[in-house]
Each structure stands twice: as structure tokens, then as C-alpha cells.
């Protein structure tokens, strides 16, 4: 059984830019959410994709976006890239409504 | 939105001793209540779950209470060892395409 892993594990944009970040699911999990965790913080649902559609949002601007692959691989993308999005990024993988599975994450610095 | 409340901060229990941490929600339709683990720089780690059709769930030295009339629910570890420091975070899920909610984290400190 394979776990999640995310790439890369950092990362230094300025602000401004777009990154993109990306995620392999947990074999078998057909479901990926992404998370953002700020220093000191919990983590904060972003949006999640089942079938390769969005199908559940938290509270982040549409700069947010995101894709899921046919293969269950996923991608975050921020544009517009501002200072307070520097973060941890992590992704996490389920099987329908079960346990979510997280990644390592990728840490991004805006500057 | 839900909302979840984590209580306290901070904990320092003697190694050997008990800990509580105490979470709370604000909506009743919430049905599904993890537990992670995070390390430092490390990714957080699901160490218990509960759903809303069970009062308590214990899996060696840890449980997991919910009380659904109160909204809340607890996590209790036994003879804490110092591998148990780490900053322990609960959420609840309303369930469908809503994430998790997570609460503010506890950082536990396991005093030799």
C-alpha cells in the first residue's frame, strides 16, 4: 500500500507569482482534499475533488484551484500569490467518507 | 459553518500520568470526530476516530469520548510516555464534501 506524498517539499515564490503543488493519493482512496496550516494553527479545509470534480469548499478565494487526475493524483494551484498564503500546504486522501490519510505536505514561502 | 473549539493550549503532564484534551462543536449535524497527531514538521497522523452513533472508543491507551447532547468530545491517554509529545489536533465533519473542521491544537509535554 502505497501512502500520500506531495511534491515538492518546498518551496519560495514571490508575491505575485502562481505555484503549483502536487499530490499522490493513497492507493485505493478515490478522494483528495487539500488543507492549508498555518504556523501555530490547525489546519484549514480548502476545497475537495471526488471523480475529478470540486465537489466541497472552504472559505479561500477562487485564485484558489484546483484538479484531480483520472488516476487520483491532484493539484493545487494559487494565483496571484500574496504574503499571508506562505503556509504548509497538505493534501489528503480518503476512500469516500472515510479516515482522511495526509501527506507530508509542501511548505511555501511567499516573499 | 461548524466551528470547533480545542481546550487547553498547552499541557505539561508527568510522564506516567493521564491527559485530557476537550473539544468542542457548535453543529449538531457534525457525525464524524478524528484525532491527529502532528509532530514537528511532521505530517499529522489520525491516532482515533469516532462517529456520532458511539458514546466512547478505546484503542490501548487511548479513548475517545462523545457526549453529541453537549456538542463535545475528549481524548484521554493513559501512562503517558515521552513519544506522546507532539501537538494533538481534533475536528469534526459534517460529512459529504464538507472537510474537516480542526480545532487550534494542544501541545502536549510529556515531563520525564
Known amino acids: 500500500e502505497t501512502g500520500v506524498t506531495q511534491s515538492p517539499t518546498h518551496l519560495i515564490k514571490t508575491r505575485g507569482q502562481q505555484v503549483t503543488l502536487r499530490c499522490s493519493s493513497q492507493?485505493?482512496?478515490?478522494?483528495v482534499s487539500w488543507y492549508q496550516q498555518a504556523l501555530g494553527q490547525g489546519p484549514q479545509f480548502i476545497f475537495q475533488?471526488?471523480?475529478?470534480?470540486?465537489?466541497g469548499r472552504g472559505n479561500f478565494p477562487p485564485r484558489f484551484s484546483g484538479l484531480q487526475f483520472p488516476n487520483y493524483s491532484s493539484e493545487l494551484n494559487v494565483n496571484a500569490l500574496e504574503l499571508d498564503d506562505s503556509a504548509l500546504y497538505l493534501c489528503?486522501?480518503?476512500?469516500?467518507?472515510?479516515?482522511?490519510?495526509f501527506g507530508p505536505g509542501t511548505r511555501l514561502l511567499v516573499l | 459553518g461548524e466551528n470547533v473549539e480545542q481546550h487547553p493550549s498547552t499541557l505539561s503532564v508527568q510522564e506516567g500520568d493521564s491527559a485530557v484534551i476537550k473539544c468542542t462543536y457548535s453543529?449538531?449535524?457534525?457525525?464524524?470526530f478524528p484525532w491527529y497527531k502532528q509532530e514537528l514538521g511532521k505530517r499529522p497522523q489520525l491516532i482515533i476516530d469516532?462517529?456520532?452513533?458511539?458514546g466512547e472508543k478505546k484503542d490501548q491507551r487511548i479513548a475517545v469520548t462523545l457526549n453529541k447532547t453537549a456538542k463535545h468530545f475528549s481524548l484521554h491517554i493513559t501512562e503517558t510516555q515521552p513519544e506522546d509529545s507532539a501537538v494533538y489536533f481534533c475536528?469534526?465533519?459534517?460529512?459529504?464534501?464538507?472537510?474537516?473542521?480542526f480545532g487550534k491544537g494542544t501541545h502536549l509535554i510529556i515531563q520525564p
Open positions: 489528503a486522501s480518503s476512500l469516500d467518507s472515510g479516515g482522511n490519510v
Open positions: 492507493s485505493g482512496h478515490n478522494t
Open positions: 475533488y471526488y471523480r475529478e470534480e470540486e465537489n
Open positions: 453543529d449538531s449535524a457534525s457525525n464524524y
Open positions: 469516532i462517529r456520532s452513533n458511539v
Open positions: 475536528a469534526a465533519h459534517l460529512g459529504g464534501a464538507d472537510g474537516l473542521t
